[in-house]
């Protein structure tokens, strides 16, 4: 069962980061602690001041009092510095430690929790919910206690000078903070309103400048300026009526805090009349109120905020409490020789819905080319993943060279098995960074030898930079077949025993798709492959083929015996073949 965070349960939470920085934290607040006293002692300052010079007339201690007011003013100056330069430090370092953990825990995640997360999400989660992390710290926990401080200390002054000013104050400033509260939460209803439909607004136009080459070929440049001119009209509009609706909101609070201080100054300028209190006195009120008022409000304010933060931390706390490969328990060394792979009643079912592979039984010999077939979804990808150690199989075993797979070691199983899949991942490096994803040891022979392997070397060599060459971010320059060579050098030079071709040229052009074929003759020779096929050409490179419907093997055999034999194959490939 998930754990649900609260207050104190996220600050319990955060503290195991904060332990690191303890000393830091500590002179950040003592930092905000001064801040909080200056900010209660410069009314009170003020006012000594007015009564020295107004009723006793007592220009030395006026002086006097000035020289320590200009003294704390310099003080505050330092301090602002010195609390700025801690809560930069904190900020980075304090989100740079949540960041390394989620990104280490992102590459340690359960493929089935990586299934059923967006991109998106987790880069919201690293770039943003790590700093909200540092802001509940520092702005709902250090600020807030502050806040309650500052008004203790106020309150008891405000008593100890006149009780019923206290008690004025009191009754006045829930009033004034209820109006504040109420209205603050409209101004966020107006403020989410307009965020949401400026993403919206947003999201319009990156997807239109994202196509603008699809645009100019459907000729819709007309279509795309009218919603361009709609959709800002509507974002003015919205703009228009938040901010007036928001303008109102607030000078209406603004207006009873008003009332609320003028009720409070002719109270008091009353008791100064009177002579129950002095000039001074007046206004060391005066400014209390405000800030009580302000404090009262800002607690408000940070609570209601914490929630939000709270949810923030929630997210962060489930991914890393989410299951990792480490629960993996398999800890011996997978050692590959001849390549047998054994699927032995195997069953799978995701997290939610019902089994991907029901009882799925198959012997793949050392050495055979085998051709996994089958509709969209029917599995095919997902026994792959879990020959590879992605996902682990709720019943049933699988077993490479007499050697049960779950008692091996991920980082073993996934040296001796290689794969290639249709989307190549490619770093913004040079090519020969990306080829020695495969085998970081590997020399420059070795290399020049996966590039010939692979049918690289003459492309590479007609490059100004040759093997030193960028390929830029995922390869953006790269042909299709450019980028299946270089995963196939990337194998060559892993040199694994069984090799998965998770539909690795179904997205190519034919030609392409003959030489990337040629290209694997010397990688496959010797070593046992898996091909996730959706064309026919891959699959009649087989020896075997078999197809996978609702979780089992339906039909086995030669691939040219199965196409004149059988109807469930001549189908398949036929439906995919107009589809195409």
Not at 104 to 119: I, R
Not at 177 to 204: L, P
Not at 209 to 217: N, V
Not at 243 to 254: C, D, I, P
């Amino acid at each position: 069962m998930e754990k649900r965070l609260n207050y104190l349960t996220a600050i319990q939470f955060l503290s195991k980061y904060i332990k690191k920085y303890k000393k830091n934290f500590i002179m950040f607040y003592l930092g905000w602690l001064f801040d909080t006293a200056l900010a209660v002692v410069t009314p009170i300052l003020s006012g000594i001041m007015v009564d020295e010079i107004i009723y006793y007339q007592n220009l030395g201690t006026f002086l006097r009092i000035s020289l320590v007011f200009a003294i704390l003013l310099v003080f505050s100056c330092i301090l602002y510095f010195f609390i700025y330069a801690q809560h930069h430090y904190l900020m980075n370092r304090y989100t740079l430690d949540i960041r390394r953990d989620l990104f280490a825990h992102f590459q340690q995640c359960d493929a089935q929790y990586l299934s059923g997360a967006s991109t998106g999400d987790m880069v919201v989660m690293f770039q943003d919910y790590s700093q909200e992390c540092m802001h509940f710290v520092i702005r709902n926990v250090i600020h807030f206690i502050n806040d309650i401080l500052s008004m203790a200390a106020v309150s008891a002054y405000l008593f100890l000078m006149d009780w019923r000013i206290g008690m004025f104050i009191l009754a006045a400033a829930p009033v004034s903070v209820y109006v504040n509260i109420v209205f603050g939460k409209r101004i966020r209803g107006y403020a989410d309103r307009q965020r949401d439909h400026y993403g919206r607004y947003i999201s319009w136009v990156f997807e239109c400048l994202s196509g603008l080459r699809d645009i100019r070929m459907l000729g819709a440049e007309a279509k795309v300026n009218r919603e361009f001119k709609e959709s800002h009209r509507r974002m003015f509009a919205i703009d228009t009526s938040s901010g007036f609706s928001a303008l109102t909101a607030e000078n209406l609070v603004k207006f009873t805090n008003l009332l609320a201080q003028l009720a409070i100054f002719v109270f008091a300028g009353y008791l100064a009349k009177s002579g129950n209190i002095t000039m001074g006195s007046l206004l060391v009120t005066v400014a209390f109120f405000s800030q009580l008022t302000s404090g009262i409000r800002g607690c408000s304010n940070k609570f209601l905020d914490a929630q939000n933060r709270v949810s923030y931390v929630q997210r962060v706390y489930d991914l890393l409490h989410s299951p990792t490969e480490g629960q993996w328990k398999g800890t011996g060394e997978l050692h590959v020789t001849r390549g047998q792979v054994s699927f032995r009643q195997v069953r799978f079912a995701y997290d939610k819905g019902g089994n991907v592979l029901e009882g799925l039984s198959l012997e793949i010999p050392a050495g055979e080319r085998f051709a996994l077939v089958g509709r969209s979804g029917c599995g095919k990808t997902t026994l792959a993943y879990m020959l590879m150690g992605f996902y682990r199989p709720q019943e049933g075993e699988i077993w490479i060279d007499g050697q049960k797979l779950s008692e091996c070691s991920l980082r073993s199983i996934r040296r001796s098995i290689g794969l290639v899949a249709q989307d190549v991942l490619l770093f913004d490096g040079t090519i020969k960074e990306n080829i020695l994803l495969g085998n970081k040891k590997a020399s420059e022979e070795e290399v020049l030898s996966a590039c010939r392997q692979s049918g690289l070397l003459e492309w590479i060599g007609s490059l100004p930079g040759g093997l030193d060459t960028v390929v830029g971010t995922g390869g953006m320059g790269l042909s299709g077949g450019q980028k299946q060579r270089i995963a196939i050098a990337r194998i060559y030079l892993k040199n694994p025993r069984i090799i998965i071709f998770d539909e690795a040229t179904s997205a190519l052009d034919r030609e392409t798709e003959e030489s990337i074929h040629e290209a694997w003759g010397s990688v496959l020779a010797g070593r046992t492959s898996i091909m996730i096929a959706h064309r026919l050409s891959t699959v009649m490179l087989c020896g075997r083929a078999a197809v996978l419907e609702k979780g089992r093997i339906q039909e086995m055999g030669v691939p040219e015996e199965m196409g004149r034999e059988s109807e469930t194959f001549r189908t398949l490939f036929a439906i995919k073949k107009e589809a195409s």
